[in-house]
């Protein structure tokens, strides 16, 4: 069975940075491109950043360009997401999120780290 | 505001039909075969119900249909159940590495 297990979620204040984390059983972790994906109850979901099984290269999301670093290691079957200087409007869930075989959707989701930003 | 635009909110009866649109423009929607569709009901993590524009992942009933004309993408959901209440998302790709999502409809069942 395919699971995808976040972590790493936290209260921070403006300013702050997190590191977030996603561990992935169940399939071959390198062969596929994984995707964060954020929701909130305002904005519903949101793409964040993917990148690609072999790790060297990845794409964000306009918004995103800047502060965010997506980053992998497939030896640990683990996806990262390393967020600086966050915002009170980056307060979300954050998803790990598997891509399906033909590209472009979101085949397998995790559950979510929860992200408040808060003074 | 979402790239990908939704009406708000639709609702139904049990065992009717509901469509759920999604307009882009031509550079996404209108472009790429690469529109899917997402679920999320209370408490739930969301879950796939079309991609590629028509195509059902396995397990997904065939009451959830996909379909597309011009820039404006549609998901219907024939035989309505009550489990069906949720949220419902349209995401697709936009061109340049760029990954855009509707806003969400809230389906109500009656």
């Known amino acids: 069975e395919v699971q995808l297990v976040e972590s790493g979620g936290a209260v921070v204040q403006p300013g702050g940075s997190l590191r977030l984390s996603c561990t992935a059983s169940?399939?071959?972790?390198?062969?596929?491109?994984m995707y964060w994906v954020r929701q909130t109850p305002r904005k519903g979901l949101e793409w964040v950043a993917l990148?690609?099984?072999?790790?060297?290269?990845?794409y964000f999301a306009d918004s995103m360009r800047g502060r965010f670093t997506i980053s992998r290691d497939n030896g640990k079957d683990s996806l990262y997401l390393q967020i600086h200087n966050l915002r009170p409007d980056d307060t979300a869930l954050y998803h790990c999120?598997?891509?399906?075989?033909?590209?472009?959707?979101?085949?397998?989701w995790g559950r979510g780290t929860s992200v408040t930003v808060s003074p | 505001q979402s790239a990908l635009t939704q009406t708000r909110s639709v609702s139904g009866s049990p065992g009717q039909s509901v469509t759920i649109s999604c307009t882009g423009t031509?550079?996404?929607?209108?472009?790429?075969?690469?529109v899917s569709w997402y679920q999320r009901r209370p408490g739930k993590i969301p879950k796939v119900l079309i991609y590629?524009?028509?195509k059902r992942p396995s397990g997904v009933p065939d009451r959830f249909s996909g379909s597309r004309s011009g820039n404006t993408a549609s998901l219907t959901i024939s035989g309505l159940q009550a489990e069906d209440e949720g949220d419902y998302f349209c995401?697709?790709?936009?061109?340049?590495?760029?990954?855009?999502f509707g806003g969400g409809t809230e389906l109500t069942v009656l």
């Open positions: 999120v598997k891509e399906g075989v033909s590209g472009w959707w979101l085949d397998v």
């Open positions: 169940g399939f071959n972790f390198d062969d596929y491109t």
């Open positions: 990148i690609w099984g072999d790790g060297r290269t990845s």
């Open positions: 031509s550079s996404d929607i209108g472009r790429f075969n690469l």
């Open positions: 590629d524009v028509t």
């Open positions: 995401c697709a790709y936009g061109g340049n590495f760029d990954l855009l």
